[in-house]
């Protein structure tokens, strides 16, 4: 049984489920869930960013070009980094970066 309750972050944007999932079942099943538009956005908006500067963006960054808020931006990070689809190093700036291309859309 999958618990749904893994740890106390908020529920956000209808992803726990899928991120428990893809926690206790590994990596292979995070290509089988596809990414919200804004989940698109924000992983479009690290790999453009990234390409153009040559170095990883701010959260600031990513939510200008994506055009949504830093807390929004955090919150979609976080659930990408659940994922498995990117890596942030914790107390590091500019750290975001994409280790897997998952499928695009809803």
């Known amino acids: 049984m999958i618990d749904l309750v893994a740890d ?3 529920f956000r944007d209808g992803l726990r489920i899928a991120a428990d999932v893809v ?3 590994g990596e292979a099943c ?4 596809p990414l919200t538009p804004r989940q698109n ?4 908006s ?3 960013l990234t390409a153009d500067k040559g170095y990883p963006p701010t959260d ?4 200008q070009r994506a055009n949504m808020s830093r807390t929004r931006v955090r919150q979609h990070v976080d659930n990408l980094v659940d994922r498995g689809i990117v890596a942030r190093e914790c ?3 500019r750290s975001i970066r994409i280790v897997a291309l998952p499928q695009k859309t809803v």
Do not use: K, M
């Open 8 to 10: 106390d972050r908020p």
């Open 23 to 25: 926690r206790q079942f």
């Open 30 to 33: 995070s290509s089988a869930i």
């Open 41 to 44: 956005a924000v992983l479009d």
């Open 46 to 48: 690290i790999r453009d």
């Open 60 to 63: 600031a960054e990513i939510a």
């Open 91 to 93: 107390g590091t700036a």
